[in-house]
């Protein structure tokens, strides 16, 4: 079984910065796909990030293109996500997901999520 513990949340102005972590608990790393989701109220769950244990290529989402970065530490068990340069639109609840095999953009190919963390960004 698949455990993700995500943190790193918070309220920070527009323009700021946050690091998300997320911790996982998975057997065969090389095999998995992590990825960055996030929802804001009354909208759909939208992909953000992803990367693959196996090469560490990161796919972004065109909105986020430029601000954010993720990547993994294999030694850690942890993947993080950078955000930088945030605005009022990102404001959502971040959600740590993965599956078994490569990249995904839809979130119901992942069967695996963390909790969720809140994201708010102040104008």
């Known amino acids: 079984q698949v455990q993700l513990i995500e943190s790193g949340g918070g309220l920070v102005q527009a323009g700021g910065s946050l690091r998300l972590s997320c911790i996982a608990s998975?057997?065969?790393?090389?095999?998995?796909?992590m990825a960055w989701f996030r929802q804001a109220p009354g909208k759909e769950r939208e992909f953000v990030a992803a990367i693959t244990w196996a090469t560490g290529n990161p796919d972004y989402a065109d909105s986020v293109k430029g601000r954010f970065t993720i990547s993994r530490d294999n030694a850690k068990n942890t993947v993080y996500l950078q955000m930088n340069s945030l605005k009022p639109d990102d404001t959502a609840v971040y959600y740590c997901?993965?599956?078994?095999?490569?990249?995904?953009?839809?979130?119901?190919?992942?069967?695996?999520w963390g909790q969720g963390t809140q994201v708010t960004i102040s104008s």
């Open positions: 998975i057997r065969t790393f090389g095999f998995y796909a």
């Open positions: 997901a993965s599956r078994p095999g490569g990249v995904l953009l839809t979130y119901a190919s992942y069967p695996y």
